[in-house]
């Protein structure tokens, strides 16, 4: 995977089995900020398994693409109604999912940005959403205490 150009770790921290160690997290240095939710905060994001492309989602009901290497963005579309509460990439970058304020969660051809399908299971918010890395489950949690698998 690429390194992230936005973020640069001391030389002396390593990365072993997932855990970072030599330094705490607070030693990573900023080199980039990207704006571009208006009104609103970031409330998700994931980046590509490749590195190059970040995908966030905000309060401002938007789901916005930034190139990692120009620091720009890609593109930008409206999620709903709600706030963009939880969102991921498949493993072959296909698809997108995300989870929102309305309960739902949305399923999104990753390369254009269009809508395909949405997913009912929950009472109230989506919290969190995953995708199986060969796109035949997705799974959701909520604040209503329920996890759902499709």
């Not at 051809?109 to 489950?137: M, Q, W």
Request: charged share 20%; with cysteine.
């Amino acid at each position: 995977m690429k390194d992230p150009s936005y973020i640069k770790a001391p030389p002396t921290t390593e990365l072993m089995e997932g855990v970072v160690e030599g330094n705490e997290a607070s030693s990573f240095s900023s080199v980039t900020t990207l704006s571009g939710h208006s009104g609103g905060m970031v409330l998700s994001l994931d980046l590509s398994i490749d590195g190059a492309v970040l995908v966030t989602g905000g309060k401002d009901k938007m789901i916005q693409l930034w190139d990692i290497s120009t620091n720009t963005l890609l593109g930008s579309v409206q999620a709903g109604k709600y706030a963009v509460t939880s969102l991921k990439i498949s493993k072959d970058m296909k698809y997108l999912i995300t989870g929102n304020g309305d309960t739902f969660v949305r399923l999104w051809r990753f390369s254009d940005g269009s809508y395909l399908k949405k997913y009912k299971g929950h009472e109230t918010a989506v919290l969190c959403c995953d995708i199986s890395p060969t796109n035949n489950v997705i799974a959701s949690g909520s604040d209503d205490c329920t996890l759902v698998s499709s």
